[in-house]
Nanobody, 124 residues
């Protein structure tokens, strides 16, 4: 069992930055690949970024590539999402998710555990 708690969301102006954190419970965090997803009102939840076990590989949606950076600290059981050059279209609830696999997935259904989400609002 893994419990995930996101933090770091908030209101920011376009062009600004935020860092999201996702703290995980349990001793097996390093065995999970981790993903960040987001869901805007009236839209489906979508993949934003993922990181393999031990940070062996990172992946990004085209819409955030070059602006967002995912990282993990297994000693702290935490995964981060650094978001720069934020745009109004980045406004959404951001969720972290854990998948018991070496590989990340772009699909919501492939993740085993989810956090409660944190709101990110980017004003124009």
């Amino acid at each position: 069992q893994v419990q995930l708690v996101e933090s770091g969301g908030g209101l920011v102006q376009a062009g600004g930055s935020l860092r999201l954190s996702c703290a995980a419970s349990g001793r097996t965090f390093s065995t999970y690949s981790m993903g960040w997803f987001r869901q805007a009102p009236g839209k489906e939840r979508e993949f934003v970024s993922g990181i393999k076990r031990s940070g062996a590989g990172t992946y990004y949606a085209d819409s955030v590539k070059g602006r967002f950076t995912i990282s993990r600290d297994d000693a702290k059981n935490t995964v981060y999402l650094h978001m720069n050059s934020l745009k109004p279209e980045d406004t959404a609830v951001y969720y972290c998710a854990a998948r018991y696999s070496y590989y990340i997935s772009y699909q919501v259904r492939d993740y085993d555990y989810w956090g409660q989400g944190t709101q990110v609002t980017v004003s124009s």
